[in-house]
């Protein structure tokens, strides 16, 4: 009698947990690498993954930090981010 054993398919899509761990980085850095497309994601459900096949191309370069946001002191003492985008306008009513 001939048997087939189940032989382990790889998988296509994993959670952020598990590209963190595989990465050995925080699910934090995965969803920011996520928003910069450093990673290939996608959204099934509620869940995002990401193409697994996306994670060893990244593994195999170097990456710089992201630079700091802006920041600016407010009269209260307090820091606020900077806003380089145009303000936005009103249109008068």
Same mark, same amino acid.
């Given at each position: ?19 963190? $761990?595989?990465?050995? $980085? ?6 920011? $690498? ?60």
């Amino acid at each position: 009698m001939i048997t087939h054993t189940e032989v382990p398919h790889p998988k296509i899509l994993v959670s952020k947990r598990d590209a963190a $761990l595989a990465l050995s $980085l925080s699910i934090r850095t995965i969803e920011n $690498l996520i928003r910069r497309k450093e990673l290939v994601a996608r959204r099934v459900g509620r869940p995002t993954l990401i193409v697994a096949s996306s994670l060893q191309p990244f593994a195999r370069h170097d990456h710089a930090s992201p630079p700091p946001a802006k920041r600016a002191n407010t009269p209260g003492g307090e820091t606020a981010e900077i806003n380089d985008a145009a303000p936005e306008t009103t249109a008068a009513r």
